[in-house]
């Protein structure tokens, strides 16, 4: 499977499936140097495969998770660049989930004013971050403070990677493909809807066609709107409040993507109540449960808490937060909602 990807700055294709990774020996003919970053958990599992195809391979591996993005992997990894000679013709391989595919993408954008970079995604969250060009390392006042706008030459998603993915890593991966279906494809929604009900045992060919179908749709709106000025915004549905979730949950006890889960919810009920939404969420909820999500907020969160994190989230002409709802599956639209209905809505969902 292939998704064009066609963007203002550059054009390129993202390859999907099983034993693709050989793809890559194509690709790298062309380059001076090859510096794969990857982190200690992927290295361990995978790297194996890669380095067999392509010895002479330039390693650097990071610790794994949200760790890999700090000013001082990204400054080790300049350097691992500089001592192993890299120059503007190398390319830097991304071989990880989101953190490394955002720390690597951005060593690549800002090593001698940006070099070439390849995404080789090997979490099923990294459908959403390896595709529309946003690379970023974190900073100690917020996260992705610090990044730019790059994209890779080409993504090669071989789905055999996957398989190693912990359930809750799968789970948070989910979230986003059905935050796709839901912002734009209520056919696909109710595809999923009527063929999963379990995140447990999926094989490569349903991963290929749900994640094809996912970068379809999250490539759809980067491309008409490259650097987040309009409709690329509706990719943040269940994002105001699923970051707040987020930020606050007890360390471990969220992942991404099961606290965006919550937000999705969440902007459905409100959704429904502003906007006349008819979609059963009822069911939404049953189905959600059986692949293992909790959509209750936490009930050590509090409104007030959430409601200051919601209104910093995005940047609003009144102060009222602003949410992505939806007038019908597939049909988002930007609004910023009161706040007792915000608070109303945290008590209907509050465990
Ligand atoms: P991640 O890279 O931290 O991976 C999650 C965990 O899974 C890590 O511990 C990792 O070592 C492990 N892992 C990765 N691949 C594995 C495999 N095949 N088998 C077993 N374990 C594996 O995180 P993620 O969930 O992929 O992505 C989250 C990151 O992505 C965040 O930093 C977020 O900011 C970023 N993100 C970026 C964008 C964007 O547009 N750039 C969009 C969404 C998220
Ligand atoms: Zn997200």
Known sequence: EKVDICTAS????VYIGPDIIHLLSNSLAEYTKV???????VSELH?????????????????SGEKAKTFQIYEDCLSFALKHGLDRKSVILAFGGGAVGDLAGFVAATYMRGIPFIQIPTTILAHDSAVGGKVAINHSLGKNMVGAFYQPEMVIYD???????P?????????EVIKHGLIADPIFLQELMENLSSLNHLNNIQLSNYLKKGIEIKSAFVSKDEKETGIRAYLNFGHTLGHAIEAKADFGKLTHGESVMCGMVYALILSNNILGLTFDIQSFIQWIEKLGYKWRIPSYMEFDTLYELMKRDKKSTSGKPAFVLLKEIGKPMMMEVEKSLLEDTFYKLSE
């Open 47 to 63: 790297i194996g495969k890669i380095i067999e195809q392509f010895p002479e391979l330039i390693v650097y591996t990071t610790p």
């Open 167 to 175: 359930e809750r890593q799968v789970r948070s991966g989910f979230a």
């Open 159 to 165: 789905t055999n990677f996957l398989h190693s993915l």
């Open 10 to 13: 550059k054009n390129y294709s």
């Open 35 to 41: 510096m794969i970053i990857t982190d200690e958990t």
